[in-house]
């Protein structure tokens, strides 16, 4: 039977849409959009909305719905992540939404968040080394496959990797251990740690006019130590999770190997299966920190919203491999829309 099901992921820095055919056992994505809404700007936990952050917010899921009914969705489902759960009028922003939704609205907690991205990963992980494996792959596909083969680990066994899901607000490690589901949520992403270290609240939306530069080398130390402290109230799980192989998904990260790509416009299928070192993501870091905003716009030209938070999110990355003694870690396209999708075919 085929159906066509869509999922749209409100979530803190963007909103996603994913829209797939369902055949049988197997989907067939048809459609992605993303737009930058940063819903969590300058949210503190218990406080409101930024009320510009919410009518983008609104206004993007707006456009979203229409394409839904466009494409004749017969199934989807609408969720929220880490900014709705902190806010204190998050119920009534659900509310809000709920009132223009022919679909189910649903505050994701933490746990689900993870679970589902990292059942989205691995499917798209699975995807990809079939693929990849058979030839029937895009372009690059068996090259990034054959790059990747030293790791010695079977890609379909998935209690051999971990998953992090670097988000706006929130960061999630999630994995299998004796086939139960296991997780470790931080209260970081690229969106707090750019507000805590490198913005005022209004930096959002006085973009266009900003055009300064970041202390490099003081911010990133007190980013890293930062990091350092919240992680290491979860030291004894290292040495397990030094043992599996890492798979990423995330903004920052799918940026991350556009950019190391030279990428003019962002592609799927050039970032799903990249490997990223972390000499390369490092090499990165130390670009943005000493770019000016515009100089860090011309680098990402399929994303120059996200100009002003990847510096933060590279960092935030960097500091999750040097804590998980990772030199190297497989991109994933696919996460949490992907997960869910599964979940309503």
Same mark, same amino acid.
């Given at each position: 039977m085929k159906k066509k099901v869509g999922v749209i992921d409100v979530g803190s820095n963007s909103l996603r849409l994913l829209i797939a055919r369902s055949l049988e056992d197997k989907l067939q994505v048809i459609r992605r959009e993303l737009v930058e809404t940063r819903l969590g700007e300058g949210l503190s936990p218990g406080k409101e909305l930024h009320l510009l952050a919410r009518k983008r917010t609104l206004e993007a899921f707006s456009a979203f719905q229409k394409i839904l009914l466009a494409e004749r969705v017969e199934d989807a489902l609408v969720v929220s992540?880490?900014?709705?759960?902190?806010?204190?009028?998050?119920?009534?922003?659900?509310?809000?939404?709920a009132k223009s939704s022919p679909f189910p609205v649903q505050l994701l907690s933490p746990e689900e968040e993870?679970?589902?991205?990292?059942?989205?990963?691995?499917q798209g992980l699975k995807m990809f080394f079939l693929a990849a494996g058979s030839g029937e792959g895009k372009a690059g596909a068996v090259s990034r496959r054959a790059a990747f083969s030293k790791i010695e680990v079977d890609p379909l066994n998935l209690e051999q990797w971990i998953v992090l899901d670097l988000g706006g607000r929130s960061t999630e490690l999630a994995w299998l251990e004796k086939e139960k589901f296991m997780y470790q949520s931080f209260p970081f992403g690229a969106v707090r740690l750019h507000e805590k270290f490198n913005a005022p609240l209004s930096n959002f939306t006085r973009r266009a006019a900003e055009d300064s530069r970041e202390a490099p080398a003081q911010i990133k130390v007190q980013v890293k130590e930062y990091l350092?402290?919240?992680?290491?109230?979860?030291?004894?799980?290292?040495?397990?999770?030094?043992?599996? $192989?890492? +798979?990423?998904?995330?903004?920052?990260?799918?940026?991350? /190997?556009?950019?190391?790509?030279?990428?003019?416009?962002? @592609?799927? $299928?050039? +970032?799903?299966?990249?490997?990223?070192?972390?000499?390369? /993501?490092?090499?990165?870091?130390?670009?943005?920190?000493? @770019?000016?905003?515009?100089?860090?716009?011309?680098?990402?030209?399929?994303?120059?919203?996200?100009?002003d938070i990847i510096a933060a999110g590279t960092s935030s990355l960097v500091a999750v491999m040097d804590f998980l003694g990772k030199e190297q870690l497989l991109v994933s396209e696919e996460g949490l829309l992907l997960g869910l999708l599964e979940k309503l075919s």
């Open positions: 992540t880490s900014a709705v759960r902190e806010a204190r009028d998050g119920d009534s922003f659900l509310t809000e939404m993870a679970y589902w991205s990292f059942k989205g990963a691995l350092k402290e919240m992680m290491s109230c979860v030291n004894t799980f290292r040495p397990f999770w030094q043992e599996r $192989e890492l +798979v990423a998904v995330g903004g920052t990260v799918t940026t991350l /190997a556009a950019v190391a790509q030279q990428l003019q416009v962002y @592609s799927p $299928e050039a +970032v799903h299966g990249y490997v990223l070192e972390k000499v390369e /993501a490092e090499r990165w870091e130390k670009i943005f920190y000493s @770019s000016s905003l515009a100089e860090k716009r011309a680098l990402l030209p399929f994303a120059p919203l996200r100009a």
